[in-house]
């Protein structure tokens, strides 16, 4: 029963992403819009309206709002999202990135991403969410915690499944009580959670089941991955298909298998080897495969746009979208599967 009042909840936001639990697999999309230049934001908001986007993935950085204690601004969130919904698309929010301040390292001292560290004290942590949460409940109801936190790069000094179950579990309470609507999603796991990315220096494996080992079950309502693959004979899509079987795997034997399972980002750059006709031939192999997997409710493709001055490794190719404006293959072929 508790588990039936809790999806009616969920789903009373009549949101897309609650949608699509009845019907295909949603299509949505990534892009970094409180980083993006306001004069582009209204190409690109054109550009997912043309494509027939459902819902959008965005970050609300912790850093952002708040890079010196008690000194808040949402200035820029608040034209994002504004636009956003004035466009009648969902958003998918992913709370992340402590400032320094909070985790009390040195930026200079950190090699790689500084805000990647948990915050020092939960109370902080809470109040960020809360003040988020709060601000934005009339037009936000999916929040993911943190992202790729199994991951070196994205969770420093090294991984550690019981931290990350603190951080979920205030996060959950925070948001449930700031609005009962809301659904909080896994942080999206590197691969499927289980194995290790084969081409990132990441250790730790079988993230997912030391989540559940550590009791973080009670505390999301959505399973997430992030099963990036190669266009090669050896990976491509069925073999996406292959590790987001064996994160089902995971869920069914610590009795989870009822939740759905998004995957928030996926997708794959354009090189010297991969073309612009192969990315959009990818794109169109992920969602036929993933959209064969019952417990799959929702496919968010990285990345809208290209990005020339990429901060992470294949992001300068990944768009949908050129730098410039010109819709690629691959933009077709997302317009023809989210119409």
């Known amino acids: 029963m508790k588990l039936i009042l809790a999806v009616l909840m969920i789903c009373a936001a009549a949101s897309p992403l609650c949608a699509s639990a009845k019907s295909r697999m949603l299509l949505g999309i990534n892009h970094d819009f409180v980083w993006t230049d306001d004069k582009d934001i ?3 908001i054109q550009a997912m309206k043309d494509a027939h986007v459902q819902s959008v993935r965005i970050g609300i950085r912790w850093v952002t709002v708040e890079p010196e204690r008690g000194k808040w601004n949402f200035d820029k969130v608040d034209r994002v999202v504004k636009q956003i919904r004035e466009a009648k698309i969902d ?3 992913t709370l992340m990135s402590v400032p320094a301040w909070a985790s ?5 001292e950190v090699k790689g991403f500084w805000d990647c560290y948990a915050p020092k004290d939960m109370a902080d942590w809470e109040e960020y969410v809360r003040r988020v949460v709060t601000r934005y409940k009339g037009d936000i109801h999916h929040w993911e915690i943190w992202n790729e936190e199994n991951g070196e790069d994205f969770y420093k000094p090294v991984p550690d499944a019981k931290v990350y179950v603190s951080i979920l579990k205030s996060s959950y309470a ?4 700031t609005d009962p609507r809301a659904t909080v999603v896994l942080g999206g796991l590197q691969m499927n959670g289980i194995i290790a990315n084969p081409w990132s220096p990441v250790k730790v494996t079988d993230f997912l089941q030391r989540i559940y080992d550590a009791g973080g079950k009670p505390y999301f309502d959505v399973v997430n991955v992030h099963p990036y693959v190669l266009s090669t004979p050896n990976e491509g899509p069925a073999y996406c298909a292959k590790l987001v079987r064996g994160t089902v795997e995971v869920m069914r034997k610590n009795g989870d298998a009822s939740k759905p399972l998004w995957i928030t980002e996926t997708g794959l750059p354009t090189n010297s080897t991969v073309n612009e006709q192969m ?9 036929r495969e993933l959209s064969s997997i019952p417990e799959v409710k929702a496919l968010f493709w990285f990345e809208l746009r290209d990005y020339p001055k990429a901060i992470c490794g294949g992001e ?3 768009g949908i979208v050129a730098t410039d404006g010109r819709r690629k293959p691959s933009f077709d072929a997302f317009e023809k599967l989210a119409r």
């Open 316 to 318: 300068e190719s990944m």
């Open 174 to 177: 925070t948001i449930k009580k």
């Open 104 to 108: 009390g390292v040195d930026p200079k």
């Open 279 to 287: 990315q959009a031939e990818h794109l169109n192999g992920i969602y």
């Open 91 to 93: 958003i998918l929010c």
């Open 42 to 44: 209204p190409r690109l």
